[in-house]
């Protein structure tokens, strides 16, 4: 089982890509597990591998915004840890408006947080 989560990111001066950069960040400090690809234009597996820094700083160049309207996307992988310890593997993927072939949220680019753990699910 999984579950999915779509989050808006809006900051004061509304820069999406800056936003999500932070949210990496801020999940990312919690990760033993971190495994980042750039996709292109209709891929879905094959693309360039990534480590974190390289990531952060092209999200934070001037020029980052543009990757809204791009044909990048970007997956994370990672395994996030909770207070309680456990961890939670996490895929999160930034898909730029060009992206894919319509599979687009909004007609806009588009942010997934995906959760794989059965044990989300227990009560």
Known sequence: MSMSI???LLTQDNNFVKAFASLIRRLTAKSDYIKIKRLQKYQITEGEELDLETLISILESPNSESLIYSEDAFRLSISYTLASGEGVPLTIEFNG???GDGHKARNDSSLRVTAQDSSLWRS
């Open 97 to 99: 408006k060009g992206y």
């Open 6 to 8: 779509s989050i808006s």
